[in-house]
C-alpha cells in the first residue's frame, strides 16, 4: 500500500528525471530529463502547465542563484542560466573534453558553494568524481567512485554526504565550519545490506535527518543524523531517483522518479513526479553565490 500523502505532481513520463529543486523565490519546480537533455519547471497551482526547454547538451543537476537565474551542471561544465530568456553564460568547464563522461549528481551546499559529480557514461567502477565551486575556484574532493549522487549537506552538524549507487552505500565526510571545505576522510554512513538496491539522490530537513530516493526498492526512506531509519514512504515508481522539499514553509516532499524498458516498469506509475504532502522540518534549498 502506498501512503495517503502521495500524489503525482507531474504526470509526463520521463526516461530519467532528475534533480528536483524547488525556487522559494518563484514558488515553482525544476527538475530535469537527463536521457532526454530536457530542463522542466511547473508551478504549485494546480492549472499550471509543465514547461520544457530542450538543453544542448546533458543537464544532470540544478540550484538557483536568483530569481532570474538557475546554475545548471551539464556534461561540459557549470552555467549560469537566464530562465526568462533560456540564454546561458559559461562559469567553468569541467571534463569539456571527454566525451565518454557526463555530469551527474549536484546540489548547493549552505556556504553558498555548489558540488557536482561527474561518471563514466557506462559507469565504469573507479571513475566517477566528485567537485566543489566555491569562490571561483574548482576543487576535486573524491575519486574512485562509479555512480556519485547523493549529495547534501548539514551546516550545524559541519556534515557533506554523498553516495555510491553501484556500493548501495552512503558517505559522510567532515566540512570546515566556516568555509564549508572538506577537511577529513570520508567514512561509512549507513551500507544497504540488499546490494540490488541503489541509493540515489537526497536532501536534508532541519533536524539533519537524510530523505533517499532508494533506487529499485520504490521508496525514499529518512535516515537519522545518527544512520536510524526514521521512516519509509512507498512509491508506486521502482525507481525513484531524488528528492527536494518544496511548497509552503517546505512541508512537500517532491520525489522524481525514471523509467526503463524493462516489463517491470511499463507502467504509468514509473517516471513520473511525486509529492509527499505533510512532511514536518522541510528545508529549502540554500542559494548559490557566484
Not at 61 to 72: C, N, P, R, S
Amino acid at each position: 500500500m502506498f501512503a495517503s500523502n502521495v500524489s503525482v505532481f507531474e504526470n509526463t513520463q520521463h526516461q530519467l528525471a532528475e534533480s528536483p529543486l524547488w525556487h522559494p523565490l518563484l514558488n515553482t519546480l525544476f527538475w530535469v530529463d537527463i536521457n532526454k537533455k530536457l530542463l522542466l519547471s511547473k508551478a504549485m497551482q494546480e492549472t499550471c502547465e509543465v514547461n520544457i526547454v530542450a538543453m544542448e547538451d546533458t543537464v544532470s543537476a540544478l540550484a538557483w542563484i536568483d530569481e532570474y537565474y538557475l546554475l545548471l551542471s551539464t556534461s561540459t561544465g557549470l552555467y549560469k542560466y537566464h530562465i526568462e530568456s533560456n540564454s546561458r553564460e559559461l562559469i567553468i568547464n569541467i571534463e569539456q573534453d571527454h566525451l565518454d563522461r557526463r555530469s551527474n549528481d549536484g546540489r548547493a551546499d549552505p556556504w553558498g558553494g555548489f558540488w557536482l559529480s561527474t561518471m563514466n557514461i557506462n559507469a565504469n567502477n573507479g571513475e566517477g568524481k566528485i567537485y566543489r565551486y566555491y569562490k571561483q575556484q574548482l576543487l576535486e574532493v573524491i575519486t574512485d567512485l562509479s555512480i556519485p549522487n547523493g549529495l547534501c549537506f548539514d551546516k550545524p552538524r559541519s556534515r557533506g554526504y554523498y553516495c555510491d549507487s553501484l556500493t548501495s552505500c552512503i558517505y559522510v565526510i567532515s566540512l570546515n565550519e566556516l568555509t564549508g571545505e572538506p577537511c577529513g576522510e570520508p567514512r561509512v554512513f549507513y551500507q544497504f545490506a540488499n546490494t540490488d538496491v541503489d541509493p540515489d539522490g537526497c536532501v536534508l530537513d532541519k533536524s539533519g535527518n537524510l530523505w533517499l530516493a532508494v533506487w529499485n526498492m520504490g521508496c525514499v526512506i529518512c535516515l537519522s543524523p545518527n544512520a536510524h531509519v526514521v521512516t519509509t514512504i512507498k512509491l508506486p515508481a521502482i525507481k525513484p531517483t531524488c528528492t527536494a522539499f518544496g511548497g509552503k514553509n517546505a512541508e512537500t516532499l517532491f520525489v522524481t522518479s525514471a523509467i526503463d524498458d524493462s516489463e517491470a516498469t511499463k507502467s504509468n506509475h514509473q517516471g513520473v513526479i511525486y509529492q509527499v504532502s505533510g512532511v514536518k522540518n522541510g528545508l529549502f534549498e540554500p542559494q548559490v553565490i557566484l
